[in-house]
C-alpha cells in the first residue's frame, strides 16, 4: 500500500470523469442539454438530433451507469491503495469498469445511428 505513481494519477482522473459523466447525464435528463464530452463523436453537429428528448431518455441511464461505475471503480482502487489491501474486489472492479466502458461505447455508436 502506498503512492504507485500514474496508477494512482489515472484512479484519480477517472473518479473525475466518472462524476463528471454522472453530471452530464443530469444535465441531459434535466434540461435537455447534451455535453459532447460523453454523448457524441466529436464532429457530430448537436443541431442535428431528430430527436433530442428520446435521446435525452435513452442515453441518460446508460450514462449513470458509466459514471457510477466509473466512481465506484476508482473508490474501491484508491482503498485498495491507501486504506486496505483487497485485490479480489480490485480486480472484479477492474473487469466491470472495463465491460461497461466498451458497452457504453457501443450504446453511444448505436444511438447516434438511430438519432442523429
Not at 466512481?71 to 485485490?87: D, K, P, Q, R
Request: contains cysteine.
Amino acid at each position: 500500500m502506498g503512492f504507485d505513481g500514474i496508477f494512482n494519477m489515472l484512479d484519480i482522473l477517472v473518479l473525475g470523469f466518472g462524476l463528471y459523466a454522472m453530471y452530464a447525464a443530469f444535465v441531459l435528463k434535466r434540461e435537455g442539454k447534451i455535453i459532447r464530452t460523453f454523448l457524441v463523436f466529436k464532429d457530430t453537429d448537436l443541431n442535428s438530433c431528430r430527436d433530442l428528448q428520446g435521446y435525452a431518455n435513452c442515453m441518460s441511464p446508460k450514462l449513470w451507469t458509466l459514471g457510477t461505475v466509473m466512481v465506484v471503480y476508482s473508490g474501491i482502487s484508491l482503498m485498495n491503495t491507501y486504506v486496505v489491501e483487497i485485490w479480489t474486489l480490485f480486480w472484479l472492479m477492474m473487469a466491470v469498469f472495463l465491460v461497461v466502458l466498451f458497452w457504453y461505447g457501443l450504446e453511444v455508436k448505436k444511438a447516434m445511428k438511430k438519432y442523429f
